[in-house]
């Protein structure tokens, strides 16, 4: 899932090593003395023995009286980082890489530092160092990929952890962060490609991490049977929040309407805090006709959180659609609009809830109010207008009607039930020849109303992507 989906960190792949062999080899000539030399060799086996408590005094006292010493002052720097303390490290780990300038381990562990100490730009200048020294340097190539990645370069990072994976074959680790950067690149082909990557990994890698991640790429690359897999096998194996919830969302996105309302019933279940699976069971409902539903969710949430305006739209959207004679439940939408007179949307809502109430219980004036005030509120809102035009021709008020339904197409062309709404009022004013045009106007734009749950549904999608 692109964001606003789950963003999956990339893993801890990050090792500051050094091994006394491979230091050796390259060391430039100094001054150091037999003895030192020695107890230098007993400081770098006792580090790699992991014995660090032994070799720090040792390399500490030999860096200061040798700061020429590559060794000394890498291993010291290397140590210091391995600990935690990368902030100590860096200035031995920047001095190392000074004396040995063609020297890539002195280059990787120092951008393996800058990367950690969030000096993202030097450590990608370094790193890429390290790499054209040693094309083999499989940790230098993934660094360089995690730089990359933390610099907000996923295609460039794709092309370094490729590199590194390429060197590293079966390193499951690697392939995941190769995967995340193809999907981060936020490409059709490069998803398919992190897909690809996925399947080459082992069963016993196939957490319910790299399972979301496949989902999320499947989906980007428009393989929707095979990312709902994928979400069901991560939620079964995992049903954590993250991991509900994107199956949720995926099965919302294609419209399986009753097994969403299940996912997210059992989820908002096993995790009460976690609003926005009551905010995809309430979805599903509206989605799913089932209005009645979907207000009495739309209304506890609102009833919890008085001024969330997320929730007042979806309770006024679905009260707006219940049947002639019903409006149960919908007077929450009445309380937010009335603490919410700016809100024109809410207000609209509201107006139309007393005009879906009882004939018995209609309180027409106070609809009247309520559109008067939207309209203040957002005199550009088609609804407002055209609910008000509504609204006159419950009171038999033609020209009036004609007049509120006029700027309400004016303001949106294409909508048909205001033309159909205008063709009767023109008839009760005896413009013959109006009607007539308005009635074939709704019938051009009858076709796009026909359409309207998908876009309907494509609106109410993106509340499920917000944060509740």
């Known amino acids: 899932m692109s964001a606003p989906r789950i963003f999956r960190k990339v893993l801890p792949l990050l090792i500051l090593f050094v091994l006394s062999g491979a230091l050796s080899a390259q060391t430039p000539p100094n001054s150091m003395s037999a003895q030192d030399k020695a107890r230098l060799h007993t400081a ?28 000394a002052s890498e291993a010291l720097g290397s140590l210091y980082a391995e600990s935690g303390d990368v902030a100590q490290a860096l200035p031995f780990l920047k001095h190392a890489a000074e004396l040995a300038p063609r020297q890539a381990l002195a280059h990787t562990n120092l951008g393996a530092a800058l990367l950690k100490l969030g000096k993202t730009t030097e450590a990608i200048a370094e790193l890429k160092k390290a790499t054209t020294l040693d094309p ?29 994976s390429a060197l590293a074959p079966q390193d499951a680790n690697l392939k995941y962060n190769l995967a995340l950067a193809l999907y981060e690149s936020d490409s059709v082909a490069s998803a398919a490609k992190a897909a690809t990557v996925l399947t080459t990994l082992a069963p016993a890698a196939m957490t319910d991490q790299v399972h979301a991640l496949a989902a999320d790429a499947e989906e980007r690359a428009g393989h929707f049977p095979e990312a709902l897999t994928h979400y069901q096998t991560a939620a079964q194996m995992n049903p954590s929040d993250a991991n509900l919830y994107a199956l949720d969302v995926e099965l919302l996105r294609h419209w399986t309407w009753p097994e969403a309302i299940k996912v997210a019933n059992f989820a908002a279940e096993r995790f009460p805090a976690s609003t926005h699976f009551r905010v995809a069971a309430g979805i599903g409902y509206y989605a799913n006709s089932e209005y009645k539903q979907a207000i009495r969710v739309f209304s506890q949430l609102l009833q919890t959180d008085p001024n969330n305006g997320t929730y007042a739209d979806l309770l006024g959207r679905s009260c707006s659609l ?85 700027q309400s197409i004016a303001l949106r062309p294409t909508f048909a039930e205001a033309h159909y709404r205008l063709s009767r009022a023109y008839a009760h004013l005896g413009r013959r020849e109006d009607a007539q045009r308005e009635i074939a106007l709704h019938q051009t734009y009858s076709q796009q109303a026909k359409d309207s749950l998908n876009a309907r549904m494509q609106e109410v999608m993106t509340f499920i992507l917000k944060p509740s």
């Open 136 to 164: 083999k340097n499989s940790s230098a190539f993934s660094n360089l990929g995690q730089a990359l990645m933390a610099a907000s370069k996923p295609a460039d990072a794709a092309g370094a952890l490729a590199s590194a």
């Open 44 to 71: 770098l086996d006792a580090y790699d023995a992991g014995q660090a408590a032994q070799a720090e005094p040792i390399l500490r006292e030999l860096s200061k009286r040798y700061p020429a010493n590559f060794e």
């Open 322 to 406: 219940l049947a002639e004679g019903e409006n149960a439940g919908c007077v929450e939408i009445y309380n937010f609009a009335e603490r919410h007179p700016g809100n024109a949307v809410t207000t609209t809502y509201a107006a139309v809830a007393i005009l879906h109430a009882p004939t018995e219980k209609h309180d027409l004036d106070k609809a009247t109010a309520l559109l008067h005030a939207a309209i203040t509120a957002d005199p550009k809102y088609a609804e407002a207008w055209f609910q008000m035009g509504a609204l006159e021709q419950v009171q038999l008020h033609w020209k009036e009607s004609a007049a509120a339904l006029e």
